[in-house]
């Protein structure tokens, strides 16, 4: 089958050609349908990433994924040969990106039956760190409001989404055509960061949703209501800000979780909810994608497809 690895920290991604894995006990071999990037492929590439997520090469990148259930390994149940699925992987086992996919029974959950299973690819990290901040940390409910800083990129995207989901205002940072972007997802308001400040924007904020951390983060304090949240995706927040401002906050570390996947697909079909897809890809043209995830101007998701 076909793999894209790396054989290095800061090697570039390599299309090769490796043995087909068999499931062990308690895996399942899923056919790859689609693979979707996400920063943390370009931070474990560099090597960023390796005193938590230590990588044994040859690596074959990738953790999120979408497709079809091909083999079952012993003790694996509840499942069948040909169910369409979605997971995230450890991101020390990686495998996304190839051909076919080992995946513990624990991270598959059903794939949403309301999204062509290619664009299912981008739900597993970008949806799922979105509602472990907004729903299990935050706790967000009817009538609160929260700020999302880069509401046109696949976290933001969703949260915007799941905001409405629980009849809470959803206010998005964007620029350029992200503002169209996060309006047509659903948010309350749009303000663009480039000419905007959005500390003279909004006041009384319930939770703050930041991916952009640094002088984003630390400005964020200010416009949260006494008692707020603010939860970052990019580095832990200064407790010296979050005593004198009277919040609660912290740094979500994304856990790969078959059981909130599965919630999160059951929203989206409840609910009607879109992948934000900035592009879709054949894995022949891999090298180009992770470039464009590299730079950071990726409007939402991008999807390698294996077909």
């Given at each position: 089958?076909?793999?894209?690895?790396?054989?290095?920290?800061?090697?570039?991604?390599?299309?090769?050609?490796?043995?087909?894995?068999?499931?062990?006990?308690?895996?399942?071999?899923?056919?790859?349908?689609?693979?979707?990037?996400?920063?943390?492929?370009?931070?474990?590439?560099?090597?960023?990433?390796?005193?938590?997520?230590?990588?044994?090469?040859?690596?074959?990148?990738g953790t999120d994924?979408?497709?079809?259930?091909?083999?079952?390994?012993?003790?694996?149940?509840?499942?069948?040969?040909?169910?369409?699925?979605?997971?995230?992987?450890?991101?020390?086992?990686?495998?996304?990106?190839?051909?076919?996919?080992?995946?513990?029974?624990?991270?598959?959950?059903?794939?949403?039956?309301?999204?062509?299973?290619?664009?299912?690819?981008?739900?597993?990290?970008?949806?799922?760190?979105?509602?472990?901040?907004?729903?299990?940390?935050?706790?967000?409910?009817?009538?609160?409001?929260?700020?999302?800083?880069?509401?046109?990129?696949?976290?933001?995207?969703?949260?915007?989404?799941?905001?409405?989901?629980?009849?809470?205002?959803?206010?998005?940072?964007?620029?350029?055509?992200?503002?169209?972007?996060?309006?047509?997802?659903?948010?309350?308001?749009?303000?663009?960061?480039?000419?905007?400040?959005?500390?003279?924007?909004?006041?009384?904020?319930?939770?703050?949703?930041?991916?952009?951390?640094?002088?984003?983060?630390?400005?964020?304090?200010?416009?949260?209501?006494?008692?707020?949240?603010?939860?970052?995706?990019?580095?832990?927040?200064?407790?010296?800000?979050?005593?004198?401002?009277?919040?609660?906050?912290g740094f979500v570390?994304?856990?790969?979780?078959?059981?909130?996947?599965?919630?999160?697909?059951?929203?989206?079909?409840?609910?009607?909810?879109?992948?934000?897809?900035?592009?879709?890809?054949?894995?022949?043209?891999?090298?180009?994608?992770?470039?464009?995830?590299?730079?950071?101007?990726?409007?939402?998701?991008?999807?390698?497809?294996?077909?």
């Amino acid at each position: 089958m076909k793999a894209i690895r790396i054989t290095g920290y800061e090697t570039e991604p390599n299309l090769d050609d490796v043995s087909q894995p068999v499931p062990a006990s308690g895996q399942v071999l899923v056919r790859v349908r689609a693979a979707s990037l996400n920063p943390l492929d370009v931070k474990l590439q560099r090597g960023y990433m390796e005193q938590f997520f230590p990588q044994t090469f040859p690596y074959t990148l990738g953790t999120d994924l979408a497709g079809v259930i091909e083999q079952l390994g012993a003790d694996v149940e509840g499942w069948a040969l040909g169910d369409q699925v979605v997971a995230r992987t450890e991101p020390t086992a990686g495998g996304a990106f190839a051909e076919y996919a080992l995946v513990p029974k624990e991270l598959l959950a059903k794939a949403p039956s309301t999204l062509p299973l290619k664009e299912a690819a981008g739900i597993p990290t970008a949806a799922g760190t979105a509602w472990q901040a907004l729903f299990e940390s935050a706790e967000l409910t009817e009538g609160q409001k929260v700020l999302i800083h880069a509401g046109a990129g696949g976290v933001g995207s969703f949260a915007i989404q799941f905001a409405n989901c629980v009849g809470a205002r959803g206010i998005a940072t964007a620029s350029g055509s992200g503002l169209d972007i996060v309006r047509l997802l659903g948010a309350d308001m749009g303000i663009d960061y480039r000419c905007e400040d959005f500390v003279q924007k909004v006041s009384d904020i319930d939770v703050v949703l930041d991916t952009m951390g640094g002088e984003t983060q630390q400005r964020s304090f200010e416009v949260l209501r006494s008692g707020g949240h603010l939860l970052s995706t990019v580095m832990p927040p200064d407790e010296t800000l979050v005593a004198a401002h009277n919040v609660t906050a912290g740094f979500v570390f994304h856990a790969s979780d078959g059981q909130r996947l599965a919630r999160v697909s059951k929203a989206i079909d409840q609910y009607g909810l879109q992948v934000l897809v900035d592009r879709t890809v054949p894995f022949t043209e891999f090298i180009q994608a992770f470039q464009h995830q590299a730079s950071g101007h990726a409007r939402g998701k991008i999807i390698i497809t294996f077909d």
